[in-house]
């Protein structure tokens, strides 16, 4: 935190990685091992502690973990709130395994309607920019079939700047990188991918 003329102002430095998982969840139990979102945002984490020059600076380290029977309107979503109040962007894990959860709607929500954080969406079904869009530059259809797997999504990612990516580390550090994918920084709303 940084204050100013008696105004504190949060760092937005982080990543904030929203993913499906199944309610109620706990990182600590081995359900969260099977669940495939959660295991993808755990790949991210795995990958900095190997090695620290990858650029993800994880949003749900910074605030201290609440649980599974914590109250929804007292505790959990002021928690995601300001996890996302201390990030620069999202990295939304989608894939066919995404459910229109309450925790995910308003991450999406929150994240896009209030803080304006652009979001780089992982695409894990798929590890080529061939399977995102084809040779015109069109979105395929399998992509956009995963965008009606969360409607808050589909229907406001147009308001934020969005990359679409496979899941494919060097895209994904270059999409970390890109400074117009980066809420103080970022490029004028519309979807963007990587050419082929």
């Known amino acids: 935190m940084i204050k100013r003329k008696g105004i504190t102002m949060a760092y937005r430095n982080g ?3 929203a993913f499906y998982v199944t309610e109620p969840f706990s990182e600590n139990n081995l359900g969260a091992a099977s669940t495939p979102d959660f295991v993808y945002y755990n790949m991210l984490r795995m990958w900095k502690g190997a090695d620290t020059s990858f650029p993800f600076n994880d ?7 609440v649980r599974d029977g914590s109250d929804w309107e ?7 709130h300001l996890r996302l109040s201390n990030s620069k962007n999202i990295i939304l894990f989608l894939s066919s395994n995404t459910k229109n959860s309450r925790a995910l709607r308003e991450e999406i929500d929150y994240g896009i309607n209030t803080k304006g954080l652009p979001i780089i969406v992982i695409y894990p079904d798929y ?3 061939s399977d995102i869009v084809d040779s015109n530059g069109n979105f395929k259809k ?5 965008w009606d797997n969360l409607p808050v999504f589909r229907d406001n990612m147009g308001t934020v700047a969005t990359m679409h990516i496979p899941l494919n580390k060097s895209l994904i550090t270059s999409a970390l990188n890109d400074p117009d994918f980066m809420v103080d920084t970022m490029a004028k709303a519309s979807r ?3 050419k082929l």
């Open 127 to 129: 590890k080529n920019k």
């Open 59 to 65: 949003s749900h380290d910074k605030t201290y973990n």
């Open 74 to 80: 007292k505790t959990l979503k002021p928690r995601l």
């Open 15 to 17: 990543n904030y990685s």
């Open 142 to 146: 399998q992509i956009k079939d995963l």
């Open 192 to 194: 963007y991918y990587y």
